[in-house]
């Protein structure tokens, strides 16, 4: 089964606006953290933001916020005033305490910025 | 920039040749990772390594192996290549591998098996 699904292979914003990028994830291990990564086309994965399991408020870091659902085990990344430079590859991941050692990654979601 | 350097930048090797990856972690992180991510596969962890000692194993083949060594720079080795290798190869690095640790990932190493 998969432990991390994303739902939206792809998808288009306009310039200046705000987008959601879904994340739904599998787990019965009640402590986990939980990852944005944003590849760009020149390949290197970017640490965006993270989201504890027992963390009482949803992350943020500048445009980048996380929409944390925890019952409904959801995890969507909200980017903000959209920017060219935003076009990229977008992948949610997890660690589950009880192998944290393994950081598993969803499919990713292309996100393309429209001017 | 995320401090973690890898090298090289991209490999182009032939079926059954061996070829090895370098990582060097952030200054002061312990904790080593190694990924692969291929168009059908999708990023997959491979192996992990915490102050020289092997720690964790994800889906790596026998024919991969990987090492850290006491300046904490890691190398994976990859033997017998066969087509299906050519990926785009991950390392990262963290603290000390806790669950709630960033990982940080370098710039990738793409390797070509032709």
């Known amino acids: 089964a998969q432990k991390i699904t994303q739902t939206q292979p792809g998808m288009f914003v306009q310039e200046k606006e705000a987008v959601t990028l879904d994340c739904t994830y599998d787990t019965s291990d009640p402590s986990y953290g939980l990852f944005w990564y944003k590849q760009p086309s020149s390949g290197e994965m970017i640490f965006l933001i993270y989201?504890?399991?027992?963390?009482?408020q949803n992350a943020t870091e500048g445009r980048y916020s996380l929409n944390f659902q925890k019952a409904r085990k959801s995890a969507n990344l909200v980017i903000s005033a959209s920017q060219l430079g935003d076009s990229a590859m977008y992948f949610c991941a997890m660690r589950e305490k009880t192998s944290y050692d393994k950081v598993i990654f969803g499919p990713g979601t292309s996100l393309s910025v429209i001017p | 920039d995320s401090g973690v350097t890898q090298t090289p930048k991209h490999l182009i090797t032939a079926t059954g040749q061996r070829v090895t990856l370098r990582c060097s972690p952030r200054s002061g992180d312990l904790s080593v990772y190694w990924y692969q991510q291929s168009l059908d596969q999708g990023l997959q962890f491979l192996i992990q390594?915490?102050?020289?000692?092997?720690?964790a194993k994800g889906n790596i083949l026998e024919r991969f192996s990987a090492q850290q060594f006491p300046d904490l720079h890691s190398e994976l080795n990859l033997s017998s290549l066969e087509l299906g290798d050519s990926a785009l190869y991950f390392c990262?690095?963290?603290?000390?591998?806790?669950?709630?640790?960033?990982?940080?990932f370098g710039p990738g190493t793409r390797l070509l098996v032709l």
């Open positions: 990262a690095s963290s603290t000390a591998g806790g669950p709630q640790e960033t990982q940080y």
């Open positions: 989201q504890g399991s027992y963390d009482q």
């Open positions: 390594y915490y102050n020289g000692e092997e720690r």
